[in-house]
């Protein structure tokens, strides 16, 4: 069964300028993920082992969010770094098939 990749509503729709490439989680939302993170290696450059991919399990269900790779906090929020399409489709063949993987955009839902 393949995965299916949907965007996800964890986001916000304010962000001050240096942040506009990058996505937001707001850290209050953290509780609906499972207590342990799951952290994926891709890229081809020698430097991606050093930037890791953040993806949170959702409770209850055999979904994930894909975080992007971690940049920085607010009070309020973690900021990531979105992944490329290429960087997408490694993400999802790591997860392996018959998940719901979700991606963080900065869109508002």
Do not use: W
């Not at 960087?87 to 063949?93: C, L």
């Amino acid at each position: 069964m393949p995965a299916t990749v949907l965007p996800s509503a964890y986001i916000v729709g304010c962000m001050k300028q240096e942040d506009a490439n990058l996505v937001l989680l707001k850290i209050d939302d953290k509780s609906k993920f499972e207590d342990s993170t799951t952290y994926i290696y891709a890229g081809t450059d020698p430097a991606a082992v050093h930037k890791p991919i953040t993806i949170y399990k959702e409770k209850n269900a055999n979904a994930y969010v894909v975080a992007g790779r971690y940049v920085g906090v607010t009070e309020t929020h973690l900021k990531y770094k979105p992944l490329s399409e290429e960087e997408q489709k490694i993400v999802a063949e790591k997860l392996g098939s018959g998940k719901v993987i979700k991606f963080l955009t900065n869109t508002t839902a």
